[in-house]
T-cell receptor
Framework: AQTVTQSQPEMSVQEAETVTLSCTYD???????LFWYKQPPSRQMILVIR????KQQNATENRFSVNFQKAAKSFSLKISDSQLGDAAMYFC????????????WGAGTKLIIKP | DVKVTQSSRYLVKRTGEKVFLECVQD?????MFWYRQDPGLGLRLIYF???????EKGDIPEGYSVSREKKERFSLILESASTNQTSMYLC?????????????FGPGTRLTVL
């Protein structure tokens, strides 16, 4: 069975600096999808970025980018120019290409932004 | 914008009560989900529905049941609430298939069982 591990329960970063959140996963599959979701305090969970395993190029969305290392089964999220609004719980998730729905979730990382 | 709403943000119930949590989405999504979120455990899938009247058990279905009579509405039922069901409950929806890569979430219901 697939598993997703986020080894950092909490991270903090100074405003305007860069922070990297780590995520590793375990799978025997070759085709799958990876996601980072953000859950701000008392607000809805939203998708930040996604990566298809067959794509070698790392996904980017404005200040958010990933470092996808397929062989190492690593999928880290880099947030550049951190802003106060980035403070949230961040969850890494995995989806098998064969699955219509099942996301396997990491435990989450709480990101604190210091002004 | 996709909108997923949940009937209550906060709910306090007593042990043994029957509890209904309702979720409504307005984007005609086929898939709907109920998750439970606990600190340090991430999100755990309770039940999933891929169509009206269809349901599949997730990872932790014990003590819960669901109902999907209409496409836009997915209800989670705690037949006899227990203190270990105190948690945050999140509803989500998505399109079917590869287009369903993004799940859209409701604001959550924080349930306390006394």
């Amino acid at each position: 069975a697939q598993t997703v591990t986020q080894s950092q329960p909490e991270m903090s970063v100074q405003e305007a600096e860069t922070v990297t959140l780590s995520c590793t996963y375990d799978t025997s599959e070759s085709d799958y999808y990876l996601f980072w979701y953000k859950q701000p305090p008392s607000r809805q969970m939203i998708l930040v970025i996604r990566q298809e395993a067959y794509k070698q190029q790392n996904a980017t969305e404005n200040r958010f980018s990933v470092n996808f290392q397929k062989a190492a089964k690593s999928f880290s999220l880099k947030i550049s120019d951190s802003q106060l609004g980035d403070a949230a719980m961040y969850f890494c998730a995995y989806r098998s290409e064969d699955s219509n729905y099942q996301l396997i979730w990491g435990a989450g990382t709480k990101l604190i932004i210091k002004p | 914008d996709v909108k997923v709403t949940q009937s209550s943000r906060y709910l306090v119930k007593r042990t043994g009560e029957k509890v209904f949590l309702e979720c409504v989405q307005d984007m005609d999504h086929e898939n709907m989900f109920w998750y439970r979120q606990d600190p340090g455990l991430g999100l755990r899938l309770i039940y999933f529905s891929y169509d009206v009247k269809m349901k599949e058990k997730g990872d932790i279905p014990e003590g819960y049941s669901v109902s999907r009579e209409k496409k836009e509405r997915f209800s989670l039922i705690l037949e006899s609430a227990s203190t270990n069901q105190t948690s945050m409950y999140l509803c989500a929806s998505s399109l079917r298939g590869i287009f369903g890569n993004e799940q859209f979430f409701g604001p959550g219901t924080r349930l306390t069982v006394l």
